[in-house]
């Protein structure tokens, strides 16, 4: 990266050439990267607020970069985006994860439903093979499309029209749940969601960070029991994220929310934690 030619230029800025160099670099880095199996996930546990039961996990992807240590998705996913790299990037962790999932509800055959959520970056949503890679990538795994869900986020969805929901709706007829994930940042019309294939809203970390302060704000608590009480109407599930602490998720399952995730219950972690964590007794 050193010989990227920054001594060419009087830059005003130093910091700003040794970002932008390290952002070339990791970009060319990437597709090598991807080669290498430099990547790896980390799963964070769904738990029912319900009986605190672990319920599922999300994968959550990260870089080991041979000279800048482990990257987290904030770091790379934009310029996976940027390349179009996203979509076998994409490919992978949906694979690897589902893979993962049958794993795991192999070792609990008797513990209830587990399920895989994997996060789908706008590009592959309307890259034409998104459906037919997931209908093999479960194939090949053994594992049944109801214990998928895809996280779309609601920006992406903001605006959209037919053609960009046409692989999420055939997702959905198959059974493959699709979560609206950072829900309430978007300005989304509450009344669109009917159009939406969606089953599960992922409120947005704001909300629950709201939540901090005993008491918390009353306009706050008002907008997530709004929220809750629609999200159920339209039979939608509501899944908390950003959960912190336990005065937080009490104050959360008063208000109606069915799933949480957050530091609380644990961080993402390898998927041997998931084994440590009484995975999972949620029959009874
Ligand atoms: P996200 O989908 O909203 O994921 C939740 C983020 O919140 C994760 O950050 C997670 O580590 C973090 N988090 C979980 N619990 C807590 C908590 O209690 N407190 C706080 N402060 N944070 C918590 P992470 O792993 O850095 O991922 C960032 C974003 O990168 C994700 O946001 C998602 O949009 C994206 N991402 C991650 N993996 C993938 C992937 O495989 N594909 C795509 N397209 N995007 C991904
Ligand atoms: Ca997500
Ligand atoms: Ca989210
Ligand atoms: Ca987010």
């Known amino acids: 990266a050193k010989s990227a030619g920054g001594n060419r230029f009087e830059l005003a800025d130093p910091e700003a050439d040794a970002r932008a160099i390290t952002r070339h670099g990791l970009t060319t880095a990437l597709p090598a990267a991807l080669d290498r199996g430099e990547f790896f996930i980390e799963y964070q546990p769904l738990v029912h607020l319900g009986d605190g ?7 959550l992807v990260r870089w080991l970069h041979p ?69 093999d990538i479960l194939e090949r795994a053994g594992v049944e499309p109801d214990a998928l869900c895809l996280e779309v986020t609601e920006s992406a969805l903001i605006g959209a029209d037919d053609d960009l929901l046409k692989p999420l709706r055939r997702l959905a007829e ?27 809203l992922k409120l947005d970390r704001s909300f629950t960070q709201s939540m901090q302060q005993f008491p918390a704000d009353p306009v706050d ?36 929310c069915d799933t949480a995730q957050g530091w609380y219950y644990a961080r993402p972690g390898p998927p041997e934690r998931l084994h440590e964590l009484a995975l999972v007794d949620a029959t009874g």
């Open 174 to 200: 198959m059974g493959v749940d699709i979560a609206l994930d950072d829900f309430g940042t978007g300005y989304s019309n509450l009344a669109n969601l009917r159009r939406l294939p969606v089953s599960i």
């Open 67 to 135: 000279q800048h240590g482990v990257l987290g998705p904030d770091r790379f996913i934009p310029l996976a985006e940027h390349t179009g790299l996203i979509v076998p990037l994409g490919r992978w962790v949906l694979e690897q994860s589902v893979r993962q999932a049958r794993s795991w509800r192999e070792r609990n055959a008797d513990a209830g439903p587990f399920r895989i959520n994997v996060n789908l970056s706008p590009c592959q949503l309307t890259h034409p093979g998104l459906v037919q890679d997931t209908v």
């Open 221 to 256: 608590l008002k907008i997530v029991e709004g929220i809750v009480s629609l999200a159920h109407s339209l039979d939608l599930a509501v899944t908390v994220e950003g959960v912190e602490t336990g005065a937080q998720a009490e104050q959360l399952r008063i208000l109606g």
């Open 53 to 59: 039961s672990v319920r599922g996990a999300e994968a």
